[in-house]
């Protein structure tokens, strides 16, 4: 079975209109596995929608190979297409159609037959139903995006891309958008996603690649790249601010962020927690709670893409 992605040498280059040219995408080469939740990471600029965008025949690659369910877009991107759900960051619609009209419409593009088609379905699942007779361009910047994303699933695409689609959606719709892409996931559509909200794909992604200036600097799958910085942390919460660092943390480089706590990270491996509580109790400091935790995506995340 081929991955649902193949990404071979991928590089684009914006030609420029004024000034230098811009290399977004720089020697790509990745694959999305059948029926993961991916997710694609990376700072504003690095490439991502550029990368997603070439995926869906919607911009053209300077060189490289990409294949959608082993078809290659370069053969064959309508057969492609057919195979992918692809919603864009930019919230591009046709003004003139009602919700319904819209999705029922799209389905038809596809050939999708009457009986077949889960226009009510989605409908429900974006909580578009009492705007279901609204044309688009009375909807809210929130609403039009359920909508796009409603319109890239009306062909139960095997791959469903999704460019930033929380941005500007309420918690509410966040949260119900997201048990549909895990019923959907677990019925075996692959997902891919970009978003800015690491703890999203930390708690969705079972596999994660994080692009920076062009080039994919991670890919592993979360609980791999989660291990890789093998840091933990202890925050300290304490009764006042600590006006310094106690002597006995000294050699833990501690943060404190100014507002009643003391950080700590270490490294499970070189250093014991037992080690570190009798450093914490010989500190003196009143403590009113401790906690602690595992490494967050958001460090990994940081620590690759802030110094490029
Ligand atoms: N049509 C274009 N012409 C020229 N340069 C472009 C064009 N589209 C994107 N770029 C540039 O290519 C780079 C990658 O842009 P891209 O939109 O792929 O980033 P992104 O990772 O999706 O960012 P964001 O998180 O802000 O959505 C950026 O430097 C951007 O300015
Ligand atoms: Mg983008």
Same mark, same amino acid.
């Given at each position: ?5 193949? @990404? ?81 960051? =930019? ?30 379905? @989605? ?5 578009? $139903? ?11 910047? /929130? ?24 941005? /500007?959606?309420?918690? =509410? +719709? ?74 006995? +943390? ?13 950080? @700590? ?6 250093? $014991?927690?037992?080690? @570190? ?24 995340? +940081? ?6």
């Amino acid at each position: 079975m081929p991955p649902a992605i193949t @990404i071979k040498n991928l590089t684009k280059i914006y030609e420029p209109r004024k000034g230098a040219e811009k290399v977004a995408l720089d020697d790509v080469s990745l694959e999305i596995p059948k029926g993961s939740f991916f997710g694609l990471l990376g700072p504003n600029g690095a490439g991502k929608s550029t990368l997603i965008n070439i995926i869906a025949g919607l911009v053209n690659k300077t060189s490289g190979k990409v294949e959608v369910c082993g078809i290659d877009i370069d053969k064959d991107l309508r057969k492609a297409k057919y195979h992918l759900g692809v919603v864009p960051q =930019e919230l591009i619609l046709d003004p003139f159609f009602t919700v319904r009209e819209a999705l029922e419409f799209h389905a038809g593009y596809y050939g999708i037959p009457k009986s077949q088609r889960k226009t009510d379905e @989605i409908i429900k699942a974006l909580s578009l $139903e009492d705007k279901k007779h609204t044309s688009s361009r009375r909807l809210s910047g /929130g609403m039009r995006r359920r909508l796009l994303i409603g319109k890239a699933l009306v062909h139960n695409p095997e791959v469903l891309i999704l460019d930033e689609p929380t941005a /500007g959606v309420d918690i =509410e +719709l966040r949260q119900s958008l997201w048990e549909y892409a895990k019923k959907l996931n677990k019925q075996g559509t692959t997902i891919v996603l970009t978003t800015h909200y690491l703890e999203e794909a930390e708690q969705l992604c079972d596999e994660i690649a994080i692009i920076n200036h062009g080039k994919i600097v991670a890919h592993d799958k979360k609980k791999t790249l989660l291990k890789k910085l093998n840091n933990k942390r202890i925050v300290i919460h304490t009764q006042k601010n600590p006006e310094k660092v106690p002597p006995s +943390l000294k050699s833990y480089n501690p943060v404190m962020p100014d507002d009643n706590t003391v950080e @700590i990270r270490y490294n499970p491996e070189e250093i $014991e927690i037992c080690d @570190i509580l009798k450093d914490i109790h010989d500190s003196g400091l009143k403590i009113t709670d401790l906690v602690t935790q595992d490494t967050k995506l958001e460090d990994i995340f +940081l620590q690759l893409t802030k110094a490029a």
